[in-house]
Every structure is written in C-alpha cells, then in structure tokens.
T-cell receptor, first 113, second 110 residues
Framework: NAGVTQTPKFQVLKTGQSMTLQCAQD?????MYWYRQDPGMGLRLIYY???????DKGEVPNGYNVSRLNKREFSLRLESAAPSQTSVYFC????????????FGPGTRLTVT | LAKTTQPISMDSYEGQEVNITCSHN???????ITWYQQFPSQGPRFIIQ???TKVTNEVASLFIPADRKSSTLSLPRVSLSDTAVYYC???????????FGTGTRLLVSP
C-alpha cells in the first residue's frame, strides 16, 4: 500500500515550457487535491476533485490545469511555466469531503528559470 | 472564510508538554478544526480533528472551548522528533475553505 505517489520528485523548467505532474493514490479515495507550498509558507489549494469526473478551482488556480483521469489519478499541468510557479507541489487525497483527513504525497520540487 | 491565527514559532524541551493555540474567530457552525504536522521536505500529516469540547488520540489532545473561537493542540511529553511545523485548519464540507496558513514552527531541544 503505497498511499499517495507523485512523479517526478524534482524538475527544472525554463520559462514557457510545459509539464505535467502526476499523482496516484491506492486508497480508493474519492477526493483528490493539488497544493503548492512556497518557501516558509503554508500550503495553498490550486485545484481539487471532489469525485471522479469532477474538478474545481481552489485558491490559486491561474496558470494550471488538472485532469482527474480516473479514481486513482489526478494530474496537474503547467502549460507555460513562469518563475512565479517555482514551488513545491503536493498532491493529497481523502476518502470524502475537504474537511476529512487528507493523505499527502512526498511532493514535487519544481524550479522555473 | 474562516481565517486562523497561530504563533509563528515555539520552543520547548524534551519531556515537556506543549500547547499550541489557534484563533479562529469567524468559525462557522459547520466547520471542523483539524491539525496537521509537517516535517521538512515532506507532505503534511494529519494529527487530530474535532468539532467541540475535547478530543484525544494516541499522539495529541485537542481542546475546543464552548464558543469554538479558538482551539489548543496539546502534545504530551514532546521529543526531538516532534520538531516540525504545525498547522491549524478550519473548514467544512466546502473545499474552498481549506486554508493552511503559515503554521507554528515548534523546536524541541534536548
């Protein structure tokens, strides 16, 4: 039981490049989330998926898109990376609602130059 | 949107009890209070959740007064491995209300 896995662990992009961050969970959870964490700051919600087939914007969605591929997988795409998107990205999942216990992945450290 | 306020940092020594208080004056009727722990270079980990009064599990206790405008996370007999950032969250079924804030950085010394 791996929990929540994320790939890649590290990534360096040049401004304007695109990439997709992958996330998968094996706990049969309904809800999944993407957060970003800037140095010395708390986590901010980018997008979430309450259930398979639905996605919604969180606090900081600009510059990102998401896909809930199936119940297990939730990807985050940066279409044209900007230096302001340099951050650590965490994926999380929970059995039900947003207030319930969330399980986090190990994070992806992204640097945009 | 219920906003939380926590101390930026706290220091303690091994074996002491640590109490971290979170203020959430605008908490709504349906909101729960949840605490997470985060170690460097790791994702947050759920510690405890409550709605009112007191909740206790194997690692912590959560005290919530009747007016629910604040809550206190209590860590009994901390060890060096409890050095981490602790986040207080207030939210309900609505995903938009999941705000982590900047957390409290706890440093436990020998």
């Amino acid at each position: 039981n791996a929990g929540v896995t994320q790939t890649p662990k590290f990534q360096v992009l040049k401004t304007g490049q695109s990439m997709t961050l992958q996330c998968a969970q094996d706990m049969n959870h309904n809800s999944m989330y993407w957060y970003r964490q800037d140095p010395g700051m708390g986590l901010r919600l980018i997008y979430y998926s309450a259930s398979e087939g639905t996605t919604d914007k969180g606090e900081v969605p600009n510059g990102y898109n998401v896909s809930r591929l199936n119940k297990r997988e939730f990807s985050l795409r940066l279409e044209s990376a900007a230096p302001s998107q340099t951050s650590v990205y965490f994926c999380a999942s929970s059995e039900a609602s947003g207030a319930g216990e969330q399980y986090f992945g190990p994070g992806t450290r992204l640097t945009v130059t | 949107l219920a906003k939380t306020t926590q101390p930026i940092s706290m220091d303690s020594y091994e074996g002491q009890e640590v109490n971290i208080t979170c203020s959430h004056n605008n908490i709504a009727t349906n909101d729960y209070i949840t605490w997470y722990q985060q170690f460097p270079s790791q994702g947050p980990r759920f510690i405890i959740q409550g709605y009112k009064t007191k909740v206790t599990n194997e690692v912590a206790s959560l005290f919530i007064p009747a007016d629910r405008k604040s809550s206190t996370l209590s860590l009994p007999r901390v060890s060096l491995s409890d050095t981490a950032v602790y986040y207080c969250l207030v939210g309900d079924e609505g995903f938009q209300k999941l705000v982590f804030g900047t957390g409290t950085r706890l440093l436990v010394s020998p």
